[in-house]
């Protein structure tokens, strides 16, 4: 997995080998609780991340991760597949506070 470009504290955008719709789920979810630069950007740590199983590979495709912080609070991310081998990561609902 490649970070392309960190584009704003609610996106980011990947790079990396996928053959199946479960391959993006995983990589998504470990993105989520391994990406330094992620959790530097939402100034929190992740210690749980849940993906959906994407509906398709195709581009413009989204699916939903929820996502837990140190804190115990609750985060949700929209991921859109960009490519049959990329994709963006965005922070769709931030805890309040």
Known sequence: MIALALLSAAMVTLAGCFTTSADYQRDAENFILDDESLGEALATEFTSANCEDPQSQEPGTTFICTAKD????????????????????????????
Not at 86 to 97: I, L, T
């Open 70 to 97: 140190a804190t115990d609070r609750d985060w949700e991310f929209e991921i859109e597949i960009t490519s049959s081998n990329g994709y963006e990561v965005n922070v769709s609902r931030r805890p309040p506070g």
